[in-house]
Each structure stands twice: as C-alpha cells, then as structure tokens.
C-alpha cells in the first residue's frame, strides 16, 4: 500500500540525494545509455514509410534532418534540468518540480502503462521477428496457445515468436535486478556492437553498395516527387474542411507531409531521455547527464543521416519505397551480398534490439521508483534490493510489458470472415507519439517557468541557446502536434485519453 504522509514537494536544493543508489555510471556508460535506448530497429524500417510521405530523395533526408535538429534541440534543453535536478526518475521529477505532482505523475502512469512497456514489448518481439529469418520456427503463426477470444477485438495468444520476446524481457529483467553493474556491463557491449554494425552498413551502402543508376536517379533529381501517398484527414467529420494533400501539392502539403513522416523519425529517435531516470546512479550527473545527452543523440542522428545516404546510394527511391516489409536495411545488403545480406541484417537487427531492450529495461524502473518514493505508486516499488536496484520495480515492469506481448488485436474482414490478429502494443504506442510531443514540450517549456519560480536555484549547466532554441522546439513541435491531430486523428486522441485517465488514478494515490 502506498505511503499515508501527504506529499510534499521540496524545492531541488533541499531533495536529499537519492539514499542507496550505487553511483556506478561514469560519461561512457551514460553516453551508451542514451545512445543504446536510441537506437532499436526503427532505423532499419521506417525510411520506407517516410519516402513514401516525402516523395523524394530530398524529402526523405530532410524529414530526418528535421527530426536530428528537434532531437537534439530537445536534449541540450533537457540538460539544464538534468544538471539542477540529478536525482532518479528525471523527466518525471522535472514535470512534478515545474508545475505539480500531478503532471509527474501523468507522464509516469503514461511511461508505465504503454511508453516504457509498450517499446519494450515492441523491441523484444522485434528481436524474435528477426531471429526467426535464421530460426524459421520462431515464427508468428506456429502456436503454443492458439489466439483465446477475450472480446469482439481482443485476443491472447502464445506463439513461438511470443515466447522468445517474453524470454528477453525476463532475461534482462532478471540481468538487471542483479545490480547496476551487470546491466551497465550489457549494456556497453551490446550499445558498442550495434553501434559498429550500423557503421558497417553504411560503409557497405556508401563504398562497396554504390551504383550509378540509384545515385543519378535520387541525387540528380533530389527534390523531384514521385509515388508520394496522398495523406487523408485522420476523421469523416474533418473531410468537409481538411484537405486531403501529397508532397506534390505545395507548401502545404509539403507542410503536412513532413509532419506526419515524423511520427516514424521521432519514434526511432526517442528513449534519449532515459538517462535522465537513472541520474541517481551517475557518478557525476551534473556534468555528465548533461553532457551525455548532446553526446549520444548528437552520435545517433549523425549515424541515422548516414545510414539513409547509405540507402540513398545502393537504392533508387521506389525501392525504398516498396521495400518488401518496409525492410529498407535488409535490401540495401541484399543488394551487395544477395541472399546472405538477410540473414546478416537479422544479426545485426539482433544485436541491435538487445541493447536497446536492455537499456529500456534498466532505465524504466527508476522512474517508478520515484513515483512510489512520492507516494504515487505501490510503496514496495521505491524500495531498493541489496544490490541496490530497485527490483520489485523491474519485476512489475516485466510482467506488464510481457502482458503486452501476449495481447493482440482481433480483426475480423467483413467480405470473408476470416479473422487475423495484430499486436496491442503496436497500436498503443501509435497512441502516445502525440502524448509523448505533449511531455516534451511541457518538460522543455519548464525551464522557463523554473527560471521564474526558482532564479537562485544551482544551475550547473544552463540550456544552450536559450531562449531561442527552446522557443524553436516548443513551435516546431507544436506545429507536429496540430498536423497529427488533424491527419492521424484516430491514433491521436486515443493517446490524451490515456494521458486523462491518469487524473483519478492520481486523485485515488493522492489521497491514500
């Protein structure tokens, strides 16, 4: 049961340091945080879909020069926070010092309920998936429990891909309650790994993939558009005064398809943040949280421009664009190496979803752990375990994201009835991008309203470009939030509900 004492809310020189956590995490280990929960499969996917927003060569690197310029905007913002506060938890204690415990609590029941877990459960069986190009019987459709009806669009299942997902998870739950340095250790090698494999990709695409006839077609005709998607208001009620645009209709439609193609970019860039949940385990976290945040999303986004240059130059913008499976890594290699460029990205892709499960996994729990110390979650949850970890918090994690695995969607075609399923956390996480822009923006425009509340506050490192470049995200991001609730409308509201639905859990924690 939670704490009875009300709940106070300390000005930050006056939070004690965070009692038991080992300060074990130097810049390297926290750099390899941001860089390792950053980088999952999205990388290797989603050009694809954005090419085919974009319409162009030029299109598809601007949207993630875009994303690159907002991430890391993002990041050097974050870092004045993440100096003046380095406690556990981060973002979390960022909202609840800037405005209430009520925000911190609404972006830590969103970040439990689908943020954290949902990406964990995505992660993992994404991992499954690509082991199942070597291991063809790790498969979706071999089941263990075939899909049990719970409703009229809700379903569990156990199939083989299942099981291995739900495995990582428990694996690395279980690596990670066995102390900090376990968990740093996997962390390193896995982070310094893929980091290497996604260099060694594009390499292969830029020197040995290269050819004359992708090259011309896409950089001699970089802004040229063609077999762009027309994009749809995301509502019927919407139609009557929302256009329906393409890349080729203008600046508007332009406007709109750049916005839309950052749901895709943004959530292959995100999990940055993470860092800041583990900063009461950072040796120096008001030099090296800061730091660590311009280092590793300066890396990614360097490395993420790279690998679609590497794309870019093996293939031509309509076979990004009808990749099979949107697999745009896996055909650049097929391109070089034929049939074993498959199986070679499968390990890579491995290799890859490993880490950024493992950094996921660690740093989730600490948030929680913050919560439950407030008095906003299950008491047991802001206990530390004699390694110092807080493992109940892992544990609760796991079990929910693995819950998340075995639920799927149910949908039945009304023209043949033939039922086939999808997974739950894909359309949860569908959900929250926009949640996800809303805390972001929230947790950025804190700065100012601290700056306000708290002008003698320690500020060891104060946010690079202020006020301009906060100023310039919160707009920027803005204007990505107004485009996906008219145009993915259906994935957008869904995601405030959630958000919402956290006010009478609060109100119920509170007043316990």
Same mark, same amino acid.
């Given at each position: 049961?939670?704490?009875?004492?009300?709940?106070?809310t300390?000005?930050?020189?006056?939070?004690?340091?965070?009692a038991?956590f080992?300060r074990?995490?130097?810049l390297?280990?926290?750099t390899?945080?941001?860089?390792g929960?950053?980088?999952?499969?999205?990388?290797?996917?989603?050009?694809?879909?954005?090419?085919?927003?974009?319409?162009?060569?030029?299109? &598809?690197?601007a949207?993630?020069?875009?994303?690159? $310029?907002?991430? #890391? *905007?993002? !990041?050097?913002?974050? @870092?004045? /926070?993440?100096?003046?506060?380095?406690?556990?938890?981060?973002?979390?204690?960022?909202?609840?010092?800037s405005?209430?415990?009520?925000?911190?609590?609404?972006y830590?029941?969103?970040?439990? &309920?689908v943020?954290?877990?949902?990406?964990?459960? $995505?992660?993992? #069986? *994404?991992? !499954?998936?690509?082991? @199942?190009? /070597?291991?063809?019987?790790v498969?979706?459709?071999?089941?263990?429990?075939?899909?049990?009806?719970?409703s009229?669009?809700?379903?569990?299942?156990?199939?083989?891909?299942?099981?291995i997902?739900?495995?990582?998870?428990?694996?690395l739950?279980? $690596?990670?309650?066995?102390?900090?340095?376990l968990?740093k250790?996997?962390?390193?090698?896995?982070?310094?790994?893929?980091?290497?494999?996604?260099?060694?990709?594009?390499?292969?695409?830029i020197?040995?993939?290269r050819?004359?006839?992708a090259?011309?077609?896409?950089f001699?005709?970089?802004?040229?558009?063609?077999? $762009?998607?027309?994009?749809?208001p995301?509502?019927?009620?919407?139609r009557?005064?929302?256009p329906?645009?393409?890349?080729?209709?203008?600046?508007?439609?332009?406007f709109?398809?750049?916005g839309v193609?950052q749901?895709?970019s943004?959530f292959?860039?995100?999990?940055?943040?993470?860092?800041?949940?583990?900063?009461?385990?950072v040796?120096?976290?008001?030099r090296?949280?800061?730091?660590?945040?311009?280092?590793?999303?300066?890396?990614v986004?360097s490395?993420?421009?790279?690998?679609?240059?590497?794309?870019l130059s093996?293939?031509?913008?309509?076979?990004?664009?009808?990749?099979?499976?949107?697999?745009?890594?896996?055909?650049?290699?097929?391109?070089i190496?034929g049939?074993?460029?498959?199986?070679m990205?499968?390990?890579?892709?491995?290799?890859?979803?490993?880490?950024?499960?493992?950094?996921?996994?660690?740093?989730?729990a600490r948030?929680?752990?913050?919560?439950?110390?407030?008095g906003l979650?299950?008491?047991?949850?802001?206990?530390?375990?004699?390694?110092?970890?807080?493992?109940?918090?892992?544990?609760?994690q796991?079990?929910?994201?693995?819950?998340?695995?075995?639920?799927?969607?149910?949908?039945?075609?009304?023209?043949?009835?033939?039922?086939?399923?999808?997974n739950?956390?894909?359309?949860?996480?569908?959900?929250?991008?926009?949640?996800?822009?809303?805390?972001?923006v929230?947790?950025?425009?804190?700065?100012?309203v601290?700056?306000?509340?708290?002008?003698?506050?320690?500020?060891p490192?104060?946010?690079?470009?202020?006020?301009?470049?906060?100023?310039?995200?919160?707009?920027?991001?803005?204007?990505?939030?107004?485009?996906?609730i008219?145009?993915?409308?259906?994935?957008?509201w869904?995601?405030?509900?959630?958000?919402v639905?956290?006010?009478p859990?609060?109100?119920?924690?509170?007043?316990?």
């Open positions: 049961m939670p704490d009875s004492t009300p709940i106070t300390p000005a930050p020189s006056a939070i004690p340091a965070d038991g080992i074990g995490l130097g390297f280990d926290s390899m945080i941001v860089v929960s950053m980088i999952g499969s999205g990388i290797f996917i989603v050009s694809a879909d954005i090419a085919r927003q974009t319409g162009s060569a030029g299109g &598809l690197l949207a993630w020069l875009i994303t690159g $310029a907002l991430t #890391v *905007a993002a !990041a050097l913002s974050y @870092g004045e /926070l993440a100096a003046m506060m380095p406690r556990a938890g981060g973002q979390y204690v960022y909202l609840r010092e405005y209430s415990p009520l925000w911190g609590f609404l830590g029941w969103t970040l439990f &309920l943020i954290q877990t949902g990406t964990i459960a $995505a992660v993992a #069986v *994404a991992f !499954a998936r690509f082991l @199942g190009v /070597l291991v063809p019987a498969s979706p459709s071999v089941w263990i429990i075939a899909p049990v009806r719970v009229a669009k809700y379903a569990l299942s156990l199939s083989w891909q299942q099981l997902a739900i495995l990582l998870i428990l694996f739950t279980g $690596a990670n309650t066995r102390g900090l340095r968990g250790w996997i962390q390193n090698i896995f982070t310094s790994a893929k980091t290497i494999a996604l260099i060694a990709l594009i390499a292969l695409g020197f040995v993939g050819n004359a006839e090259l011309h077609a896409n001699s005709n970089l802004w040229a558009i063609q077999g $762009a998607q027309v994009i749809r995301g509502a019927d009620f919407l009557a005064w929302v329906s645009v393409s890349a080729a209709a203008g600046a508007f439609g332009l709109v398809a750049y193609a749901v895709g943004l292959s860039a995100d999990a940055w943040n993470n860092i800041t949940f583990t900063a009461g385990e040796k120096n976290p008001r090296d949280v800061p730091l660590s945040l311009a280092l590793g999303t300066a890396i986004i490395l993420y421009f790279l690998a679609n240059i590497a794309y093996t293939l031509t913008l309509a076979q990004i664009q009808s990749a099979p499976d949107d697999r745009v890594a896996t055909a650049t290699l097929s391109t190496f049939n074993a460029g498959a199986g990205m499968a390990i890579a892709i491995m290799i890859s979803t490993f880490g950024c499960a493992n950094g996921l996994i660690l740093a989730g948030v929680y752990y913050a919560m439950a110390r407030d979650f299950f008491r047991s949850i802001g206990i530390l375990n004699a390694r110092r970890v807080p493992s109940k918090g892992l544990v609760l796991g079990i929910w994201a693995s819950l998340l695995v075995l639920a799927r969607t149910r949908l039945v075609n009304p023209a043949t009835g033939v039922v086939s399923y999808g739950l956390y894909s359309d949860l996480l569908d959900y929250v991008v926009f949640a996800v822009l809303i805390f972001y929230l947790t950025i425009f804190g700065i100012f601290l700056r306000r509340k708290r002008p003698d506050a320690e500020r490192y104060r946010a690079f470009g202020y006020p301009v470049v906060p100023v310039l995200y919160i707009v920027a991001a803005v204007a990505i939030m107004l485009v996906l008219l145009y993915k409308t259906q994935t957008t869904p995601g405030l509900l959630i958000v639905l956290g006010a859990v609060y109100m119920f924690w509170s007043r316990r």
